[in-house]
Every structure is written in structure tokens, then in C-alpha cells.
């Protein structure tokens, strides 16, 4: 658990816990979605794609 | 204008008013004037000397300020124009009280998403901290403080005019000049929180925390520990 995920998990707690019209627009903002590559010589060689649409409320890990 | 002399040169008399001056050449020269002109042939001025110490007797009044020399001017003035003293081109120091407190606090409230509030003009912000709860007027002690889950509260006009969100985290900055900044993860009115939700998530980390006392990991241990604290700052935060 570092500062960043404990910021982060509160806030999901916190949108977890909104009425629906305010609760579907801070969901949207929870999404995460990246994709990152290692590069080798000039080459991407690895693409890896993060897609976490649901925010880490309601999961302990 | 007096006879004798240019008027570069400067023409002062020795000891009394021009036309009282009596005295002949050694006697001013026995006084230390130097005698730069035949006494006799001057007029207006019996005797002159060149610029030097002037005897501590032959020294005008010390005027004490402007305004007691215009008023002894006005008797000479004619058509002539007052002169400039350098007071004139002295800007005055306005001396204000407290200058360096200003009478309202500029408040900027920021989320990831949105600017809550951008150089807003309040009164009062009451600020949820780690150590406390504490308010922030005009003149606050300059502070960084990290803010716990838990309620800000805004007083555009103190008592009058309240507008309270939930932070869920973050920090606030207050400047030495009475900015103050503060930055949450994430920040709602409190009319958009279901107070169903916070029972039912209230009851869920509780539960959760009870059962993995001493045993799960600690990141388990922590997570749930953090739901009971936002969950229980809600609660009292809607006064369930």
C-alpha cells in the first residue's frame, strides 16, 4: 500500500457511495485505460495495455 | 535686483541688512570676510565676499518647513512662481493598517477534473486534516496540511453563505499571502451521497476489518482499515 493507492482507493470508496446521476460521471472518471511499450533498439518490443473499468472499489487487492 | 555683481556670483552680506552695513573694509576683513569689491562702489550690498563659512550672525533663520517659507514668500511673490522644494518630488508612503492582510482569502479548490473554486474571494474554509480539523481566515499562519477523508467547508460570507463538499483525500496549501489551495482526489456535494450506500458500506468494512484482524495480508488489513475510515466520515458527514 503506498500514499497513491491509499488517495486512490478512498476516492473510489467515496464515488462507490454517490447518488446515480453523479455516481455514472465520477465511474466514467475511475476508468483507467494505457498501454505501454518496452523498446529495444529502436523496436517496440512488448505492448502491454492496463484497462481497469471498473476502479479498484470493492476489491481488497 | 542688486547693483554690482553678476548674478552668478553669489552676494551675501557680511553681518546686517545692506543698507546698515557700515562697516568699512578692515573692519570685514578684521571679521574674516574676504573683500572681493570696493565697498563704496556697491550699493545695495556694503561689502561682499566670495562663498565661504559665513559667520554663525549673518546666517538667515533656519525656516522649520515649506509652507512657513510660501507664507513668508507671498510678501516678495509679485508674479513669480512658488518655488520647488524636493518634498514635491517625494511620492508619500501611505501607511496603512495591517496592510499585509487582506480582508478576504483567495480560495482555489482543485480536483483532477475540475476546478471547484479558481481565485474565489471567502471568508472562512474549514479543512478536514490528519491532525485536526482546523479553519482558514485572512492571515493564517502559512501551512501545508494533508486532509483526511471528511468535510470542507466553504463560507463565502461567514455563517451566511456555506457551500460543503466531501474530500475523500489531498493536501491544502496556505500561502504567507492568503492563498489557499486546496487539491483533493476526489471532492462531492454532500446532497449527491446515498445514504443507503454509506450504511451498507459502512456494515461491509467493518465487517471486513473484524475478520481479517490478525490474519490477510496487510495490504488486506490496510484497505479495509481505509473504507472504515471513509465510510465512517461519510456517516457523520450526513449526520446518519
Not at chain 1, 6 to 30: F, I, V
Not at chain 2, 32 to 47: E, M, N, S, V
Not at chain 2, 116 to 136: E, K, Y
Not at chain 2, 143 to 163: F, I
Request: charged content about 20%; some cysteine.
Amino acid at each position: 500500500m503506498t500514499y497513491n493507492k491509499y488517495a486512490g482507493l478512498c476516492a473510489d470508496m467515496l464515488r462507490a457511495a454517490l447518488k446515480e446521476p453523479a455516481k455514472t460521471k465520477a465511474k466514467a472518471r475511475e476508468a483507467i485505460y494505457y498501454r505501454s511499450a518496452v523498446w529495444e533498439n529502436g523496436q517496440p518490443t512488448k505492448q502491454v495495455i492496463t484497462d481497469i473499468t471498473e476502479g479498484t472499489s470493492g476489491k481488497l487487492s | 535686483m542688486p547693483r554690482g555683481g553678476s548674478p552668478q556670483r553669489e552676494l551675501q552680506h557680511c553681518c546686517l541688512p545692506g543698507a546698515e552695513c557700515q562697516r568699512t573694509e578692515q573692519e570685514g576683513r578684521a571679521r574674516g570676510f574676504k573683500i572681493t569689491g570696493d565697498p563704496r562702489k556697491l550699493g545695495f550690498a556694503q561689502c561682499h565676499r566670495t562663498p565661504g563659512p559665513l559667520h554663525p550672525s549673518a546666517l538667515p533663520p533656519p525656516v522649520p518647513n515649506s509652507q512657513e517659507f510660501l507664507s513668508k514668500f507671498a510678501a516678495f511673490q509679485g508674479t513669480m512662481n512658488e518655488p520647488e522644494f524636493p518634498s514635491n518630488f517625494v511620492k508619500p508612503v501611505e501607511k496603512v493598517e495591517n496592510a499585509s492582510v487582506p480582508d478576504k482569502l483567495k480560495f482555489n479548490f482543485y480536483i483532477p477534473s475540475a476546478a471547484i473554486n479558481q481565485g474565489s474571494s471567502v471568508d472562512l474554509v474549514l479543512l478536514p486534516a490528519t491532525t485536526g480539523d482546523f479553519g482558514v481566515m485572512p492571515g493564517h499562519v502559512p501551512t501545508v496540511a494533508e486532509l483526511r477523508p471528511g468535510v470542507v467547508s466553504v463560507h463565502n460570507e461567514l455563517d451566511k453563505d456555506v457551500t460543503k463538499y466531501f474530500v475523500s483525500g489531498g493536501f491544502a496549501f496556505i500561502h504567507a499571502d492568503s492563498t489557499t489551495d486546496v487539491c483533493a482526489v476526489e471532492a462531492v456535494p454532500l446532497s449527491d451521497i446515498d445514504s443507503d450506500a454509506v450504511r451498507a458500506g459502512l456494515a461491509e468494512y467493518t465487517g471486513k476489518l473484524a475478520s481479517l484482524q490478525g490474519k490477510g495480508d496487510d495490504y488486506e488489513l490496510a484497505a479495509a482499515q481505509a473504507g472504515v475510515e471513509v465510510y465512517s466520515a461519510l456517516n457523520s458527514a450526513l449526520g446518519l
